[in-house]
Nanobody, 120 residues
Framework: QVQLVESGGGLVQAGGSLRLSCAAS????????MGWYRQAPGKERELVAA???????YYADSVKGRFTISRDNAKSTLYLQMNSLKPEDTAMYYC??????????????WGQGTQVTVSS
């Protein structure tokens, strides 16, 4: 059974940084793409960043240059380093596991989410 557990969210001032982590279990972590989604109140869930099994990355335009996604296959852990945070980054952040190796895959497993709140 796949389990994804996020941590690292919190309240931060604009311009600050946070590092999200996602501990995965129940499957072979290294062979699947992984992603970070976010959902703000009243908005649709959006893909923020993704990483393929080979390490290729994708970023939404809104976070390019500020966020960095990475993975540690030995620890079965996914990370999202978020710098220069803005109030519009406020959302629930979800870790997701892809069904394939490319970050273009469908994501079919989700964590419970971790809240990120950026104050102005």
């Amino acid at each position: 059974q796949v389990q994804l557990v996020e941590s690292g969210g919190g309240l931060v001032q604009a311009g600050g940084s946070l590092r999200l982590s996602c501990a995965a279990s129940g499957s072979i972590f290294s062979i699947n793409a992984m992603g970070w989604y976010r959902q703000a109140p009243g908005k649709e869930r959006e893909l923020v960043a993704a990483i393929s099994s080979g390490g290729s990355t994708y970023y939404a335009d809104s976070v390019k240059g500020r966020f960095t996604i990475s993975r540690d296959n030995a620890k079965s852990t996914l990370y999202l380093q978020m710098n220069s945070l803005k109030p519009e980054d406020t959302a629930m952040y979800y870790c997701a596991k892809g069904g394939g190796s490319s970050y273009l895959t469908n994501y079919n497993y989700w964590g419970q989410g971790t809240q990120v709140t950026v104050s102005s």
